[in-house]
């Protein structure tokens, strides 16, 4: 029985044991959102705009006449739109994102802040540079900064995205070879077996034969196979470092030393710089090319997927074929180089239209800067012993795929736990989303059966790391008890239920079409 | 560190948990002549206020588009933005969240990103698009690449209107595969150039409308010639806005579009992030690059969205992948949805419609200076007029009075003997009294 207040108001919550569904499927904070498409804002706008001077009957022919198939909706819808699929997000500032080798850091909002000064966010590309001398002093800055932090010589700012960075990295190291003849008889690149997808595919894109190189029993670039690979037909050499298992390359000065001597450049994917950023420095280990994922170690958001922004330093020998535009700063201030023909340089091209993602240098500066060469020392530090935690606390429950000594910034587990349980590590992820928790990556790196790489990063506490491990362990305990459904159905309580992406695959839909018989005329 | 949750005692108790005596034995895979000790040399930690200090007077330094009479685009456009988008976009659940592998906690994403596809393809005209590219340029280059792989032929024939920078990056990519391009001469109304050059071994034909001088083209012929001879047609736009007064690519017969999209919803940015728009014909969906999102059902029933098609993708075909992309521009592709949402078509009608205004008003200030001659005869928001002096020496006389005129045709292809070529922007953005600033300016640096 509920108690009342004096209006007979229930002051108490009522009891009640069953659960029944809702009648329109609405539940609770959560709304089901239909598409824009499929509201009535046909003819609607949520813009106020003086009315035109013009019809563009000047361009005759060459105005637009059909319907164009484009919904408008007013502000209020709009926003109300957005937020309730927004709802539907898991996100950072929500709870932990563990996403192994993606670095899921907290994003500082004054990053945000800085980004919208218009003195950046208002400035076009071509301006002459007279006038944005502040925004190249910024991209000088925050070379300098790129360059400080991992002992390199120079630095190529413009690749949009980590993919973009390594084509970038590739292309200068292929640009070297053409420069010493040698480039006909180099067609190869090695690439551990471990290693991101990006770096066979890029490779590839740039017209490299890919080669496999074997891993170790514990789980680092076996060094014998790599030296009998590696000749006089190889152009370079992709290692990721600490790699994807997690790992510290313990090899790494013998595997730059090797491929140096064979006349090969030696690539390193800095996905994971994360780990040593402070207080290893690439140069220091032979690195001759390596992109920064600003979106990652330096904490630009990753926005659902992008925009992100992969910087690449380069080595002395690789330097003079960094991709145009770059600045250059003298007496007469700052300016931009706009075309590899200038400065008598040999730069191998140009990677995009303009200088790049400007937008993303502020965030990544202002979080650098933030922190300080002493907080970014801290940062690898925290990222490391947070790794270190969550597998020391799990190892008793899970299998650790390499349970021989630390791991760096992110700790990597195998399915062989999961063995008799019925249960798969994709199974496990699903009963994960049910607990509040964003899964590990899965599935990676290739090398290990049934993989979860778990990356707290540095930005989670002491108390979020805890609670993950008691959900963790739950989960596991669980598992092993055999509590099958609970994790074959899992998700039980997300937004949606297990999607069949089989279906989606074999039969497109990749866009909403006007339904059979409606008045609307889309395309 | 503000960012750094961590206590001493919580470092100790967790290094007690590990069993590790101190954070050095985590770190002792490191060789020990690549161990450093103590901080590289750099500033030290700094509070909010110092860093707004420091970048502030960067910002500071450079003249912002809102703030003098501007009318530059060459690529990049300044328009207006609605505020409910800058706050939308800043939501944590859209700005702090990962590509959406895990679907089930991800929909508000996917269901956007398939709706921006619905958008983009209706935009365009084609039927379908995909989740983004980087920016224009880099769709541009990856639209060559696919019609390479569609047609089993090596060779892009590119008209002379294609903006230069376009041009490089894609050059600089699809040389390094051995794609031989052909780029034809630099002229105002360049794309029907492009029709002689078309022969059996021609994969595509690049062309681009409005194109770099501002120069709105039928390309319905191109189409025609391109198509008879095996050959597929990209159609490049640099200024999406247009296509909300100009007929789509796909009405006049095109394969592939590559645009860039930074002009719905998102700032200049001094050049990024923007975000590559790219469509094509239905049955090259498999060729093509970068994320698709589709639709699907859960266990449920109930309608879904997921990605999908990701075997084109590198994290599962690696070296066998359409394209290495990983990343798009996701939060840049919320930008242009909401905006889009916003204006619907009767705003992007008005809107298109109040720049081609602009534009022919600038146009008309400027035609009526002695010794300034408009070259181009049609356009959207955009055209190229001839100086009677160098045109980066304009533009920089104009900046040091606070004026930004424009883009002289020189800073994008040196070579191109246009020194004299200016090209000029105007969008609903322009007000009547800096086209009057502009041309009694430009006037007076002529004489």
């Given at each position: 029985?509920?108690?009342?207040?004096?209006?007979?108001?229930?002051?108490?919550?009522?009891?009640?044991?069953?659960?029944?569904?809702?009648?329109?499927?609405?539940?609770?904070?959560?709304?089901?959102?239909?598409?824009?498409?499929?509201?009535?804002?046909?003819?609607?706008?949520?813009?106020?705009?003086?009315?035109p001077?013009t019809d563009g009957s000047d361009l005759g022919d060459l105005v637009r006449?059909?319907?164009?198939?484009?919904?408008?909706?007013?502000?209020?819808?709009?926003?109300?739109?957005?937020?309730?699929?927004?709802?539907?997000?898991?996100?950072?500032?929500?709870?932990?994102?563990?996403?192994?080798?993606?670095?899921?850091?907290?994003?500082?909002?004054?990053?945000?802040?800085?980004?919208?000064?218009?003195?950046?966010?208002?400035?076009?590309?071509?301006?002459?540079?007279?006038?944005?001398?502040?925004?190249?002093?910024?991209?000088?800055?925050?070379?300098?900064?790129?360059?400080?932090?991992?002992?390199?010589?120079?630095?190529?700012?413009?690749?949009?995205?980590?993919?973009?960075?390594?084509?970038?990295?590739?292309?200068?190291?292929?640009?070297?070879?053409?420069?010493?003849?040698?480039?006909?008889?180099?067609?190869?690149?090695?690439?551990?077996?471990?290693?991101?997808?990006?770096?066979?595919?890029?490779?590839?894109?740039?017209?490299?034969?890919?080669?496999?190189?074997?891993?170790?029993?514990?789980?680092?670039?076996?060094?014998?196979?790599?030296?009998?690979?590696?000749?006089?037909?190889?152009?370079?050499?992709?290692?990721?470092?600490?790699?994807?298992?997690?790992?510290?390359?313990?090899?790494?000065?013998?595997?730059?030393?090797?491929?140096?001597?064979?006349?090969?450049?030696?690539?390193?994917?800095?996905?994971?710089?994360?780990?040593?950023?402070?207080?290893?420095?690439?140069?220091?280990?032979?690195?001759?090319?390596?992109?920064?994922?600003?979106?990652?170690?330096?904490?630009?958001?990753?926005?659902?997927?992008?925009?992100?922004?992969?910087?690449?330093?380069?080595?002395?020998?690789?330097?003079?074929?960094?991709?145009?535009?770059?600045?250059?700063?003298?007496?007469?201030?700052?300016?931009?180089?706009?075309?590899?023909?200038?400065?008598?340089?040999?730069?191998?091209?140009?990677?995009?239209?303009?200088?790049?993602?400007?937008?993303?240098?502020?965030?990544?500066?202002?979080?650098?800067?933030?922190?300080?060469?002493?907080?970014?020392?801290?940062?690898?530090?925290?990222?490391?012993?947070?790794?270190?935690?969550?597998?020391?606390?799990?190892?008793?429950?899970?299998?650790?795929?390499?349970?021989?000594?630390?791991?760096?910034?992110?700790?990597?587990?195998?399915?062989?736990?999961?063995?008799?349980?019925?249960?798969?590590?994709?199974?496990?992820?699903?009963?994960?989303?049910?607990?509040?928790?964003?899964?590990?990556?899965?599935?990676?790196?290739?090398?290990?059966?049934?993989?979860?790489?778990?990356?707290?990063?540095?930005?989670?506490?002491?108390?979020?790391?805890?609670?993950?491990?008691?959900?963790?362990?739950?989960?596991?305990?669980?598992?092993?008890?055999?509590?099958?459904?609970?994790?074959?159905?899992?998700?039980?309580?997300?937004?949606?239920?297990?999607?069949?992406?089989?279906?989606?695959?074999?039969?497109?839909?990749?866009?909403?079409?006007?339904?059979?018989?409606?008045?609307?005329?889309?395309? | 560190?503000?960012?750094?949750?961590?206590?001493?005692?919580?470092?100790?108790?967790?290094?007690?948990?590990?069993?590790?005596?101190?954070?050095?034995?985590?770190?002792?895979?490191?060789?020990?002549?690549?161990?450093?000790?103590?901080?590289?040399?750099?500033?030290?930690?700094?509070?909010?206020?110092?860093?707004?200090?420091?970048?502030?007077?960067?910002?500071?330094?450079?003249?912002?588009?809102?703030?003098?009479?501007?009318f530059?685009g060459a690529g990049a456009y300044k328009h207006?933005?609605?505020?409910?988008?800058?706050?939308?976009?800043?939501?944590?659940?859209?700005?702090?969240?990962?590509?959406?592998?895990?679907?089930?906690?991800?929909?508000?994403?996917?269901?956007?990103?398939?709706?921006?596809?619905?958008?983009?393809?209706?935009l365009?005209?084609?039927?379908?698009?995909?989740?983004?590219?980087?920016?224009?340029?880099?769709?541009?280059?990856?639209?060559?690449?696919?019609?390479?792989?569609?047609?089993?032929?090596?060779?892009?024939?590119?008209?002379?209107g294609?903006h230069?920078?376009?041009?490089?990056?894609?050059?600089?990519?699809?040389?390094?595969?051995?794609?031989?391009?052909?780029?034809?001469?630099?002229?105002v109304d360049?794309e029907?150039?492009?029709?002689?050059?078309?022969?059996?071994?021609?994969?595509?034909?690049?062309?681009q409308t409005p194109n770099v001088f501002g120069t709105a083209t039928d390309v319905?012929?191109?189409?025609?010639?391109?198509?008879?001879?095996?050959?597929?047609?990209?159609v490049v736009v640099t200024e999406a806005v247009s296509m909300g007064l100009l007929k789509s690519p796909?009405?006049m017969?095109?394969?592939?579009?590559?645009a860039e999209?930074?002009s719905i919803?998102?700032?200049?940015?001094?050049?990024?992030?923007?975000?590559?728009?790219?469509?094509?014909?239905?049955?090259?969906?498999?060729?093509?690059?970068?994320?698709?999102?589709?639709?699907?059902?859960?266990?449920?029933?109930?309608?879904?969205?997921?990605?999908?098609?990701?075997?084109?993708?590198?994290?599962?075909?690696?070296?066998?992948?359409?394209?290495?992309?990983?990343?798009?521009?996701?939060?840049?592709?919320?930008?242009?949805?909401?905006?889009?949402?916003?204006?619907?078509?009767?705003?992007l009608r008005k809107m298109a419609l109040l720049n081609h205004e602009k534009a022919l008003a600038t146009r008309?200030?400027?035609?009526?200076?002695?010794?300034?001659?408009v070259l181009t005869p049609r356009f959207f928001n955009e055209f190229a007029?001839?100086?009677?002096?160098?045109?980066?020496?304009?533009?920089?006389?104009?900046?040091?009075?606070?004026?930004?005129?424009?883009?002289?045709?020189?800073?994008?292809?040196?070579?191109?003997?246009?020194?004299?070529?200016?090209l000029v922007a105007a969008t609903e953005m322009t007000?009547?009294?800096?086209?009057?600033?502009?041309?009694?300016?430009?006037?007076?640096?002529?004489?």
């Amino acid at each position: 029985m509920s108690t009342m207040n004096t209006v007979g108001r229930p002051t108490t919550p009522n009891r009640v044991e069953s659960k029944p569904a809702t009648l329109t499927g609405g539940r609770g904070l959560l709304q089901d959102e239909h598409l824009i498409f499929e509201s009535d804002g046909w003819g609607k706008t949520g813009v106020d705009l003086p009315e035109p001077k013009t019809d563009g009957s000047d361009l005759g022919d060459l105005v637009r006449r059909d319907p164009i198939g484009l919904p408008g909706l007013s502000e209020p819808e709009t926003m109300r739109h957005y937020v309730r699929l927004s709802q539907k997000n898991h996100a950072i500032d929500l709870a932990i994102y563990p996403l192994g080798s993606c670095t899921m850091k907290h994003n500082p909002r004054l990053n945000e802040k800085m980004a919208r000064l218009p003195g950046f966010a208002d400035i076009h590309p071509l301006q002459p540079t007279s006038t944005v001398q502040g925004a190249l002093e910024l991209m000088d800055t925050l070379a300098h900064w790129l360059k400080t932090l991992t002992g390199m010589p120079a630095v190529a700012l413009s690749p949009k995205a980590g993919a973009h960075g390594e084509l970038c990295g590739l292309m200068a190291i292929r640009a070297a070879h053409e420069a010493s003849g040698q480039h006909e008889r180099r067609r190869k690149v090695l690439v551990p077996t471990s290693a991101h997808g990006t770096n066979p595919a890029t490779a590839a894109f740039v017209g490299y034969t890919v080669v496999e190189v074997a891993q170790t029993g514990d789980g680092r670039v076996d060094v014998a196979d790599l030296a009998a690979k590696l000749g006089d037909d190889v152009a370079a050499i992709m290692v990721t470092n600490p790699n994807t298992c997690g790992l510290f390359e313990r090899d790494i000065l013998e595997i730059s030393r090797l491929t140096h001597e064979a006349g090969a450049y030696f690539y390193c994917d800095g996905a994971n710089f994360n780990a040593i950023v402070g207080r290893v420095r690439p140069g220091d280990l032979g690195v001759d090319a390596m992109h920064i994922n600003l979106h990652k170690t330096f904490s630009t958001p990753h926005g659902g997927g992008g925009p992100g922004a992969g910087p690449v330093v380069l080595s002395e020998a690789l330097a003079p074929f960094a991709p145009a535009p770059w600045v250059v700063h003298d007496a007469d201030g700052y300016r931009l180089i706009e075309r590899e023909e200038d400065e008598a340089a040999q730069a191998f091209g140009r990677l995009c239209a303009f200088q790049g993602q400007m937008g993303m240098y502020t965030r990544a500066l202002s979080y650098m800067m933030s922190h300080g060469s002493d907080g970014l020392r801290q940062v690898a530090e925290d990222a490391v012993l947070n790794a270190n935690y969550i597998k020391a606390r799990l190892s008793d429950l899970m299998s650790p795929a390499f349970p021989e000594g630390p791991c760096m910034h992110e700790a990597l587990f195998d399915d062989e736990w999961l063995k008799g349980t019925e249960v798969t590590t994709l199974d496990f992820a699903k009963a994960m989303i049910d607990e509040g928790f964003h899964p590990m990556t899965m599935y990676f790196p290739l090398v290990v059966h049934g993989a979860m790489l778990i990356e707290p990063t540095e930005t989670e506490s002491k108390q979020e790391l805890d609670r993950f491990i008691h959900a963790m362990r739950a989960l596991a305990e669980a598992a092993k008890a055999g509590d099958v459904d609970r994790f074959k159905g899992a998700p039980f309580h997300a937004p949606m239920k297990r999607l069949d992406e089989t279906r989606a695959a074999r039969s497109p839909v990749l866009r909403w079409t006007a339904p059979e018989g409606s008045n609307i005329a889309a395309e | 560190m503000r960012y750094l949750p961590l206590t001493p005692d919580d470092r100790s108790a967790m290094l007690a948990a590990i069993g590790a005596k101190s954070i050095d034995d985590l770190f002792v895979d490191v060789p020990k002549a690549a161990h450093r000790d103590g901080f590289v040399d750099l500033p030290r930690v700094a509070g909010e206020l110092e860093v707004e200090r420091a970048l502030g007077a960067m910002a500071a330094k450079n003249a912002s588009a809102g703030s003098v009479p501007f009318f530059c685009g060459a690529g990049a456009y300044k328009h207006h933005v609605p505020a409910t988008v800058d706050h939308v976009i800043q939501r944590s659940e859209f700005l702090t969240s990962y590509t959406p592998y895990q679907p089930e906690i991800a929909q508000g994403t996917l269901q956007y990103l398939y709706e921006f596809q619905t958008q983009v393809a209706n935009l365009t005209g084609m039927p379908v698009a995909n989740a983004s590219l980087y920016d224009g340029s880099t769709a541009m280059a990856e639209g060559v690449l696919m019609a390479t792989r569609v047609t089993r032929r090596n060779k892009a024939v590119i008209s002379g209107g294609v903006h230069p920078h376009y041009v490089r990056a894609t050059e600089t990519v699809v040389h390094a595969v051995g794609v031989e391009t052909q780029v034809l001469p630099a002229a105002v109304d360049a794309e029907a150039d492009v029709i002689a050059q078309i022969g059996p071994d021609t994969a595509c034909v690049v062309v681009q409308t409005p194109n770099v001088f501002g120069t709105a083209t039928d390309v319905t012929k191109i189409a025609e010639a391109a198509h008879a001879a095996g050959a597929l047609l990209i159609v490049v736009v640099t200024e999406a806005v247009s296509m909300g007064l100009l007929k789509s690519p796909g009405e006049m017969g095109a394969d592939i579009v590559a645009a860039e999209g930074q002009s719905i919803g998102n700032a200049l940015n001094y050049g990024g992030p923007y975000v590559g728009l790219f469509a094509c014909r239905e049955k090259l969906v498999r060729q093509m690059p970068g994320r698709l999102t589709g639709e699907t059902v859960d266990a449920d029933g109930k309608r879904g969205f997921v990605l999908t098609l990701s075997t084109r993708e590198q994290h599962i075909r690696r070296d066998k992948a359409t394209s290495n992309i990983c990343t798009n521009s996701g939060l840049c592709t919320l930008a242009f949805t909401i905006h889009m949402s916003l204006l619907g078509e009767t705003g992007l009608r008005k809107m298109a419609l109040l720049n081609h205004e602009k534009a022919l008003a600038t146009r008309d200030a400027l035609a009526a200076i002695p010794g300034v001659e408009v070259l181009t005869p049609r356009f959207f928001n955009e055209f190229a007029v001839r100086l009677p002096k160098p045109a980066a020496e304009v533009v920089e006389q104009l900046a040091q009075h606070r004026i930004l005129a424009g883009v002289p045709y020189s800073r994008l292809a040196p070579a191109a003997g246009m020194d004299d070529v200016l090209l000029v922007a105007a969008t609903e953005m322009t007000m009547d009294g800096d086209i009057k600033i502009l041309a009694s300016a430009l006037a007076k640096v002529c004489a």
